[in-house]
């Protein structure tokens, strides 16, 4: 393969909110890309129906946030019941961290739509039906064998093809788990009965969870909700209509409410695993998503961590393709994105595990314990606090730094600050495709010049109030502050060499 023309700098396998994210990312920085999918055609119904402000964040930078705030509800609370006993209130207010970002209860296939409008926009369109079947790298380039027969060839293949990956199979990346519960039923449907749409409510059981969720109704019957109970039956696996029938007869049984159950949008049933890849990397092939971590669903932290390994990979992707970086740098991804994961994957494994509780010492630590700790405001705060992904830091990875507060790899916040000309901006939405030099109104610009040295076009200079400069990746995480242009060049040289040599 060494010596031949590239049909296009990335090949992303899978267009779900992984992929997608990456693919704009990648356009926003000035690279090509291809996104391929197996799938015939974009999803219609999905698992995921929530994304907190560190996601909606993200789809703001990327200019992909678009009618997605108007187009959610703002079920910002979950309440847990015994019967018809109240018996903790959990709330998810502003997180109080900078961000105008909303959290949002909105369907993953919405979130999907929004970003392949705006990927679009950047003039690219997925190709549905055609998945990756083969693939062989050398030490310039990936060439992936197609669905179709046809080969493509590229500098970088990224497998965002969710948890069956079959690019993480093909490059040998092993994906250990353990699984957490048996069956749950999964249902979108229409319920006649009196439980207000503020928020999401569950009932604990003897016989197991059940919990429902007011989603965004298109018909304007404002009657649809997401049903997930606990049915830990064996056998196979069910029919839409026994799915069906066994969620009439759990809802009242369980809810010890009155509700007529009609027609259904969507149904499903699935167990809950704990997966962590490996590794995130082989060569020139990368792993992102779903496809490096399966998530339990409890928190709504899957398609979130998904879409920030996806900005985390597409700037550091960008710098390699267009020599800014040796691919040394491509490491700091797995160095920053796997030990989340793993915190996100214990948080959620406990989260499923308390859910599932059987023995009576589990359901009464659920049941007596926990459920009074949740209601105190301390915890309320910290629920916000965690879900949210704001507080998500690198500064203990091979980019990060120490000193005083922000530190290098810190997340900044939405900052007001000014273009050059004096125009107001705000700092993430400079970001997305571009870093950012925040630099005291009083500075003379030798910042920014050394910046663009290294970095070319893709940074772009702003005026803050605030006493040092600060470089800020495209990601909103700080990559250096000092006072001297020489001090960012020493940083952007080191920074820009990071990490192991493969």
Known sequence: MTGAEMDTDVIVVGAGPTGLTLACSLRLHGLSVRVIDRA???????????????????????GALGSLPAESLRAMSVTTYAGDRPMMKLMFGDPGMGTAAPPMVVSQAKVEAALRDRLADLGVIPQWGNGLTCLRQDAESVEATLADGHRVRSRWLVGCDGTSSTTRKLVGIDFPGVKLS???????????WDLSRDGTSGWVHPDGLVGVMPMPDESGRDDLWRVFAYDPRGGEKPS??????????????????????????WLSVFTVHRRLASSYRRGRVFIA?????????????????????????????????????????????????????????????????MNVASSRFGRFLRDQVAIRIAGLPVVQRWATYSAS???VSYRKGPLGG????????????????????????????????????LEPSSAGGAGLEAARRRLGEFVVGLRYDGDEAMLVR???????????????????????SAGRTR
């Open 40 to 62: 015939a055609a974009p999803a219609t119904t999905s698992r995921a129906n929530f994304m907190h402000a560190r996601g909606s964040e993200v789809l703001a930078r990327l």
């Open 182 to 192: 048996e069956r749950f039923l999964l249902a979108d449907v229409h319920l006649d």
């Open 240 to 265: 839409d209509e026994e799915i069906l029938d066994r969620v009439t007869t759990i809802i009242p049984e369980r809810t010890g409410r009155t509700v007529r159950v009609g027609e259904p949008e």
């Open 289 to 353: 998503g779903d496809a490096a971590h399966a998530h339990a669903p409890f928190g709504g932290q899957g398609m979130l961590t998904g879409v920030g390994d996806a900005e985390n990979l597409a700037f550091k992707l960008a710098l390699a393709v267009r020599g800014s970086a040796g691919e040394a740098l491509l490491d700091t991804y797995e160095a920053e994105r796997r030990p989340l994961a793993t915190d996100v994957l214990r948080g959620t494994s406990a989260m499923t595990r």
């Open 389 to 391: 992904q704001l507080w």
């Open 402 to 437: 120490r000193g005083r507060k922000p530190r290098p790899g810190d997340r900044i916040a939405d900052l007001a600050c000014t273009r050059d000309d004096g125009t107001p901006t705000r700092l993430h939405g400079e970001l997305g495709g571009r870093w950012a030099l």
């Open 474 to 496: 495209p990601d909103a995480h700080l990559g250096w502050r000092g006072g001297d242009a020489a001090g960012l060049d020493r940083w952007l040289r080191d920074a820009l």
